[in-house]
């Protein structure tokens, strides 16, 4: 055993949330090959380490991408992942806030998961606050491709008090609330989808299974407790709070004037 050994992170996820190989497909397929004129410019919010949009710069030869993220390592592996499929000349991965971001506009602007990145607001406002910035963020006649969460239905107090602290009923809004969000910030919702429970199941099993064959491996390890610890409180919080209670909803958006 190497005790020296890190817990892995995240090595297990091709997208850093629960989205399917066929959802993502479907998803480049409308924003690239159906859009005319043809995007030229991508903008990933909250990137990580942005394999949609290098998917997305993969099918649309000639466009530019830039993602931007606080999480060095992720990017980092954005780089090794745009390098490997020789897009390096065409996409930067760049290590800032997205609070008041300088970037963009771009035809494509994509923030999935990560509408707290753009303002410093407080749920719930925090949605409309990531709205009014992408209608900033993107080109007249681009795509807005929001990954944002929403309520199934209402969490019942056991379930919010299983959540994360603080959690709270009025964080998110129903699915219909937060597509009526969107459109009275500037936009038409071109298409709406949610991801389904395969789609969370094979995420969170994902995120977590790397850690726990490291643990099963390494159960002496230094830092095995404190690892153990944390993926069982977030196992607890996934499956007795908000499984099948939080959704994740893609919205794909028109600009309007
Ligand atoms: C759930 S992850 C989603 C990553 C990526 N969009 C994806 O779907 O694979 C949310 C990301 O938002 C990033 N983030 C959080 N606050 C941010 C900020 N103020 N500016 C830029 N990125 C931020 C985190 O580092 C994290 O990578």
Known sequence: MDDTTAPPRLTRLTFHGPLSEDRAAGMIRRLTAQAAPAPTTVL????????????????????????????????????????????????????????????????????????????EAQPPEHTTAALRALRRLVTPGGRVLLGEAFWHRPPTRGELSAMWPDASASEFHDLAGLVDLAVAAGFRPSWIETAGRDEWEHFESAYQSDVEEWLAAHPDHPLAKETRDRVDRHRSTWLRGYRDVMGLAYLTLVPVS
């Not at 997305?56 to 592996?77: C, K, Q, S, Y």
């Not at 499929?85 to 998961?113: I, K, N």
């Open 44 to 119: 990933d919010i909250g990137c990580g380490w942005g394999e949609l949009m290098l998917r997305l710069l993969e099918a649309t030869p000639g466009a530019t991408g830039v993602g931007i993220d606080l999480n060095e390592d992720d990017l980092a592996r954005g780089r090794a992942g745009a390098e490997a499929r020789g897009l390096a000349e065409r996409v930067r991965f760049v290590q800032e806030s997205a609070v008041d971001t300088t970037q963009g506009p771009a035809d494509l602007v994509l923030c999935l998961g990560a509408s707290h990145a753009l303002s």
